[in-house]
């Protein structure tokens, strides 16, 4: 399974599948435009296709943007749900261990799932939520020890914030 996390594939209205594509956040863009327009097309897609984890991404992605907090909290953590599932794995994140998934397979679900739980790190950091924020990036050095996605980033930040 891969993923190719760009608008396009996240709009995309064809035959629902999973993924195309390999798995590059860095590909995903959020235009300038009417961006009510955007986040219905990403609904929309994902009314069509539940499993379009781009879209996922995507949608949490412009509500974070827009300030929105608890509406992108509440997207990731359905998009961990979604990948837990298509991972064959626990959604419930303080279950996990490290030899539940190959979470170092940038193309899997399990991939997504910890790139989802280090966004929903740094809406908890926005937040202030600043303990949930340190919880989650523990469970993301446990089971992504090598720092694949960059967890540590949001470390930086949540210890900007709160210095221990």
Avoid at 133 to 139: I, P
């Amino acid at each position: 399974m891969m993923f190719d996390f760009n608008l396009q594939d996240a709009l995309q209205t064809t035959a629902p599948t999973v993924s195309r594509g390999r798995f590059d956040p860095e590909e995903v863009t959020i235009e300038r435009g009417n961006l009510d327009h955007l986040e219905q097309m990403l609904r929309h897609r994902l009314a069509i296709d539940p499993d379009r984890l781009s879209a996922y991404f995507a949608l949490y992605k412009l509500l974070f943007r827009q300030s929105r907090l608890e509406e992108a909290a509440n997207t990731a953590l359905l998009a961990i749900a979604v990948s837990a599932r298509l991972g064959r794995f626990s959604a419930v994140w303080q279950k996990l261990t490290p030899d539940v998934a190959d979470w170092a397979d940038t193309q899997s679900p399990a991939h997504f799932y910890l790139f989802t739980m280090k966004a929903l790190s740094f809406i908890r950091l926005r937040q202030g939520q600043i303990e949930d924020c340190r919880s989650l990036l523990a469970k993301i050095q446990e089971l992504d020890p090598n720092d694949l996605v960059g967890a540590s980033v949001i470390r930086s930040y949540a210890d900007g914030a709160d210095p221990q």
